[in-house]
């Protein structure tokens, strides 16, 4: 069996305050976090679960992931956008076309997402949060197919899309040019080996796939940190 995605994880300066935001936006419930912050649970078995965890690093340059929400109409698009503002969230700039039908704003740390509008047949039938947009190799699209074993849903023109077996959500990679990265992501993933699983066969597995582990001395006895043969960080948690 492959490792599971356990969380996407953000680094927030005020951990509470950020769930709260993307609870309001995506009418889920919060929780606490063992790690002194806060979480959003899943709905049901095809959602990510969302960490929310304290970081004294500022936001640097713009994020390599971000959150699509769908849309069933303009009117649901302008609700979730008008949602959003209301809680804190704010219109930025990111080089978007007017004839765009996406929305592009801001939560209050910062970190980009869009609101697209009705009609998106790629994300159709993915949900509210239809997909994690990345930027990204082709080569780690099929890492991260390998590593969770979700198979490929869109490979074309250096593009690819990968979604659970179960539906959900597609994380996405857009393929070259990648964006630099400007210092450690503020959201990444953290995997959760197979239930009695062997974390350093999770590990040594990840490696043979092109991952590479990173020594930060820290969290030892509760993870593994890694980055993907893009350089993007992510965690093997100790299994539960």
């Known amino acids: 069996m492959t490792c599971q995605l356990f969380a996407i994880c953000f680094d927030a300066s005020e951990p509470l305050d950020l769930a709260r935001f993307w609870s309001g936006v995506l009418g889920r419930e919060t929780a606490d976090d063992p790690h002194d912050g806060a979480m959003i649970l ?92 990345c930027d990204g190799s082709q080569e780690v699209g099929y890492f991260w197919s390998e590593a969770l074993g979700w198979p490929l849903v869109w490979d074309q023109d250096q593009e690819t899309a990968i979604q659970s077996p179960h539906g959900g959500p597609k994380i996405t990679w857009g393929g070259p040019p990648v964006a630099p990265k400007t210092g450690r992501n503020r959201l990444r993933f953290d995997l959760a080996p197979p239930v009695h699983g062997d974390r350093q066969a999770e590990v040594d597995r990840l490696v043979s796939l092109g991952a590479t582990r990173v020594d930060t001395g820290q969290g030892e006895g509760s993870w593994v940190e890694m980055v993907d043969p893009d350089g993007n960080e992510f965690r093997v948690l100790t299994p539960r």
């Open 42 to 133: 899943p709905g049901d078995d095809t959602e990510f679960r969302i960490r929310f965890l304290p970081t004294q690093e500022r936001k640097v340059g713009q994020n390599r992931m971000h959150f699509d929400l769908t849309s069933a109409s303009l009117e649901d698009q302008q609700q979730t956008v008008a949602r959003a503002l209301a809680l804190g969230g704010r219109h930025i700039d990111v080089g978007q076309l007017p004839e765009e039908d996406h929305v592009v704003l801001a939560d209050p740390d910062g970190n980009e997402f869009c609101v697209v509008g009705p009609g998106n047949k790629f994300l159709a039938d993915c949900g509210f949060v239809g997909a994690l947009a």
